[in-house]
């Protein structure tokens, strides 16, 4: 594409590629000189010109100008990126029926879900934490919001495989970077704000601000899908004057549900929309995913969908991966693996082992606790296991450059009463984890999900993964049972 059809009165160069990483070689490239917390991209011009930018975009004052290279002043780097990037790659917003999710909980779950059940519609893909999932393609993310010019280049290639919807999870700080400033939504659904990402936006005040952005990306004709049982939700109610649905099961909603019943693999309620009462059965499980079905419903319903052809998508729906996936290998105890990490998502996780779990049987939890993210919320996490567990094993979780057995003795300082190890190495920890559970336990798995791998000081370290790591210890297990009884 010429220059001069992204920027009135540049050359008529022509571009080949976006580019804001000087560091990748991308030859006929047009370099946007970003501003973020750690680097500045006026600093790295000289490297992206080396490497092939033969343009710039940059808003401050610049003290060298390269010869042969094209440069462009503008006020915003980050404004001018969204609306090149959307001309770039030819306006893929406007092609897509955009679904946006963002909150403290839930993301990943709902927005798979909208992928699965909306493509018995329209052809559906997904961006987020696990990947991005279009078609029979699935690739590896970054970030759960990718930059501008990654989400631009995604989408695209969505369009190019018929695609016609897309569930987008959108972070916190996906908003507040700019990430995602040239959405168009027909659906932003909020699901909750609980304690997490304190260490970036610091204080639960400009946490929310920074999701409430997300608003501000609706179409005209889109809605914001609200939780009304969380605090937030309900004071977006309040604030937003744009086009408003809400869910919940403590108050009046208009996607309500009431008379849940939940069994090992089953989860069933009545649905209350405009005074209709529906059957729903799943086998989504506990009582968070009940809220996270309901913004599913809302948000497929909004768009075009019938509820009777919703309820019969969500009986038997795709396993989210390392969402409270059930490990089974023939054990006759339940071995869960879930992503939660923050105080509300293990919360969540414990009520319902506490459900399905008789009282005379232990629950065994192992998990962590990141490096160099939200400190104050390690001593809590602790806590909450200790009111529900019979035994707890705390261990490695992505420590990055801080000191492993600090954190975890940070964690152990929240833990009153439950007794409780400490083993560093993850493998070992969910292997004794496992060993101690007996007839009808129930096993927790709890914050790495499906990640396969450990961020430690010097960057990723491959991981096998949770579930895997269940799968051969009880394979194990049962291979040394049957040694034993030959």
């Known amino acids: 594409m010429k220059l001069n059809l992204l920027f009135k009165n540049a050359k008529p160069i022509e571009i080949e590629s976006l580019m804001s990483d000087s560091r990748l070689q991308i030859k006929n490239s047009l370099f946007f000189c970003l501003k973020g917390m750690k680097h500045d991209g006026h600093l790295h011009i000289n490297q992206a010109v080396e490497n092939g930018a033969v343009a710039i975009v940059h808003s401050d004052d610049l ?91 995604v989408l695209s290639r969505m369009i190019k495989v018929k695609m016609k919807a897309v569930a987008i999870e959108i972070s916190s700080q996906g908003l ?67 086009k408003k649905k809400t869910y919940g099961v403590i108050g009046e909603a208009d996607y309500k549900a009431k008379n849940i019943v939940f069994k090992d693999d089953e989860t069933s309620f009545d649905m209350i929309v405009q005074d209709k009462t529906y059957k729903v059965s799943t086998n989504l499980l506990g009582m968070f995913n009940v809220y996270n079905l309901l913004a599913v419903i809302a948000s497929c319903h909004l768009n075009g969908m019938r509820i009777s052809n919703i309820l019969e998508s969500v009986k038997n729906l795709p396993q989210v991966d390392g969402r409270l996936q059930h490990v089974k290998m023939g054990q006759n105890y339940r071995v869960i693996v879930d992503y939660a990490h923050t105080p509300d998502g293990f919360e969540k996780v414990f009520e319902y082992a506490d459900i399905i779990t008789p009282k005379t049987n232990k629950i065994i939890a192992v998990f962590g606790a990141a490096g160099l993210r939200d400190t104050k919320k390690r001593a809590v996490l602790g806590s909450i296991a200790d009111r529900y567990c019979t035994n707890i094993i705390i261990t490695e979780e992505d420590p990055r450059t801080e000191d492993s057995f600090e954190i975890l003795k940070q964690i152990a300082s929240g833990i009153k009463t439950t007794r409780h190890l400490i083993i560093l190495d993850r493998l070992d920890a969910i292997r004794q984890a496992i060993e101690l559970a007996n007839k009808n336990d129930t096993v927790l798995v709890l914050g790495k999900g499906n990640e396969d791998y450990i961020c430690r000081a010097n960057g990723k370290e491959l991981w096998l993964g949770d579930v895997v790591a269940c799968e051969e210890i009880l394979k194990s297990i049962n291979d040394e049972k049957e040694n034993h009884h030959v």
């Open 63 to 153: 003290s060298n100008y390269i010869p042969f290279v094209e440069y462009i002043r503008v006020d915003d780097a980050y404004v001018a990126l969204n609306k090149v990037a959307t001309i770039f790659y030819d306006y893929p917003c406007d092609k897509l029926r955009v679904f946006g999710v963002t909150g403290t909980n839930g993301k990943t779950t709902i927005a798979k879900v909208i992928k699965s059940v909306y493509s018995d519609y329209l052809n559906c893909g997904y961006i987020g934490t696990i990947g991005f999932e279009y078609g029979n393609i699935i690739e590896k993310p970054d970030f759960t919001t990718p930059e501008v010019i990654g989400l631009h280049e």
């Open 176 to 242: 507040e970077q700019h990430r995602v400033d040239a959405l168009r939504l027909k659906s932003a659904i909020f699901t909750n704000l609980t304690h997490d990402h304190l260490d970036y936006h610091g204080t639960m005040e400009n946490y929310y601000q920074a999701k409430k952005k997300i608003f501000s990306l609706l179409n005209n004709d889109g809605y914001a899908i609200l939780n009304v049982d969380d605090t937030y939700g309900l004071r977006l109610v309040e604030e937003l004057s744009c």
